[in-house]
Nanobody, 125 residues
Framework: VQLQASGGGLVQAGGSLRLSCAASGRSFNSYHMGWFRQAPGKEREFVAAITKTGGVTDYADSVKGRFTISRDNAKNTVYLQMNSLKPDDTAVYYC???????????????????WGQGTLVTVSS
């Protein structure tokens, strides 16, 4: 599956952005989907994940209550709605696809076989 992330940009603290990740190739609904981010000088970290049918979601504590992950399997797209953005949210955001079945491993980067190219989110103070 090929993934294309979009929607990043520059926003002031307290603002909102919605990221999109369009998938092509093999059946989109065969994959759990995740969003990860990497800030300058830091390791890539888990942000949010959603199961194949969208029935279960998971969030990093740092974004819980502010970010919402969703998917539209008819459009082969996963979204990340980001509200109340903070300067600490500044990073390159990546979407990724996980073809496994173990929901306990949604937070692990190594379980995601396919990655998009990343989209930069910059939050100014």
């Amino acid at each position: 599956v090929q993934l294309q992330a979009s929607g990043g940009g520059l926003v002031q603290a307290g603002g909102s952005l919605r990221l999109s990740c369009a998938a092509s190739g093999r059946s989109f609904n065969s994959y759990h989907m995740g969003w990860f981010r990497q800030a300058p000088g830091k390791e890539r970290e888990f942000v949010a994940a959603i199961t194949k049918t969208g029935g279960v979601t998971d969030y990093a504590d740092s974004v819980k209550g502010r970010f919402t992950i969703s998917r539209d399997n008819a459009k082969n797209t996963v979204y990340l709605q980001m509200n109340s953005l903070k300067p600490d949210d500044t990073a390159v955001y990546y979407c990724a696809a996980n073809g496994g079945s173990d929901l306990s491993q949604l937070r692990y980067l190594s379980k995601y076989a396919y990655w998009g190219q990343g989209t930069l989110v910059t939050v100014s103070s």
